[in-house]
């Protein structure tokens, strides 16, 4: 029995090796969650949403270092929830990425224990988003004329980070349409492998 659990072990951390993880990131309002559930669909799998959407939606104050705190622990849990539904490939709409950047801007600083996980966290692929679409009006969004600061941000995090990621632009459909290409260029890969 107990050499049956560790066989199960072994194959869920296989299928787990092999899944394909993309992360879409970049600054409010550039189509991020748009784009997760429009892959999901077109791949047939699940898409983490932004936990932070929900949170912020729940509280009656404005947000502090320790909302920011419990949005990074709720978005890992959700991610390794929605995880175990996924397909070969897993889209999160956002990572710890976000919530470093949001962190070091709203409060000076990011804590530690976040940044620890960022530097664990593993993405076959990153999607940056450009700001080139129009500016959709929300009551969470903070900074419509920093999109091209934080777009920028982003990337410069990304390259030191040193993972690999690709710039969005376009419209929705271009948008799309970019993202399937560099999606199948890595399921090709993965298949080639």
Not at 18 to 42: C, H, V, Y
Request: glycine letters at 4%; proline letters at 5%; charged letters at 20%.
């Amino acid at each position: 029995m107990v050499y049956t659990c560790c066989c199960s072990l072994h194959v869920i951390f296989a299928l787990l090796c092999f899944m394909l993880k993309i992360a879409i990131t970049g600054p409010e309002s550039t189509g991020k969650s748009t784009m997760a559930a429009m892959l999901a669909q077109e791949y047939n799998t699940v898409w983490v949403p932004e936990y932070a959407r929900t949170y912020i939606g729940a509280i009656d104050r404005p947000y502090t270092l320790t909302d920011i705190e419990e949005i990074a622990k709720g978005q890992l849990q959700l991610e390794s929830q929605v995880q175990a539904e996924a397909t070969t490939i897993l889209f999160a709409d956002t990572d710890l990425l976000v919530l470093k950047i949001w962190s070091e801007h709203a409060f000076g600083h990011c804590p530690d224990w976040i940044l620890k996980k960022l530097n664990q966290q593993h993405y076959n692929l990153y999607l940056l988003m450009g700001v080139d679409l129009p500016w959709e009006p929300d009551p969470q969004r903070e900074h419509p004329h920093l999109r091209q600061f934080f777009y920028d941000w982003y990337k410069r995090e990304l390259q030191a980070m040193q993972v690999p990621f690709v710039e969005i632009a376009g419209q929705h459909h271009e948008r799309f349409a970019q993202a399937q290409r560099h999606i199948n260029n890595l399921l090709h890969n993965q298949d080639q492998s």
